[in-house]
């Protein structure tokens, strides 16, 4: 069974930077893509960032365009999502979630492409 363990949000001021984590473990995590969805309160889940298995192609939802960055370390079982210069709009409980598919390309920014789900980290951005 493949678990994802978010980390790494918090309450921030407009501005400020924040780095999300998200470690694996159940399966080979090197040979899946991961990605981003966050969810605010009355709002449908969001597509944030995706990353390749092999950690050399990387997509953006619109928001996250120029102020997000998505890596990974697969020695390390983990994927990251370093977010800049955040507004109070990036306020949302933001989760990691493992491709149900072995080596996809190319990524995909659907939620049901996603098998795997982790239990979210919220995220608090004040004006």
């Known amino acids: 069974q493949v678990q994802l363990v978010e980390s790494g949000g918090g309450l921030v001021q407009a501005g400020d930077s924040l780095r999300l984590s998200c470690a694996a473990s159940g399966r080979t995590f090197s040979n899946y893509a991961m990605g981003w969805f966050r969810q605010a309160p009355g709002k449908e889940r969001e597509f944030v960032a995706a990353i390749s298995w092999g950690g050399g192609r990387a997509y953006y939802g619109d928001s996250a365009k120029g102020r997000f960055v998505i890596s990974r370390d697969n020695a390390n079982d983990t994927v990251y999502l370093q977010m800049n210069s955040l507004k109070p709009e990036d306020t949302a409980v933001y989760s990691c979630?493992?491709?149900?598919?072995?080596?996809?390309?190319?990524?995909?920014?659907?939620?049901?492409?996603?098998?795997?789900w982790g239990q979210g980290t919220q995220v608090t951005v004040s004006s």
């Open positions: 979630a493992a491709d149900r598919s072995f080596r996809r390309a190319p990524l995909t920014t659907r939620a049901r492409e996603y098998n795997y």
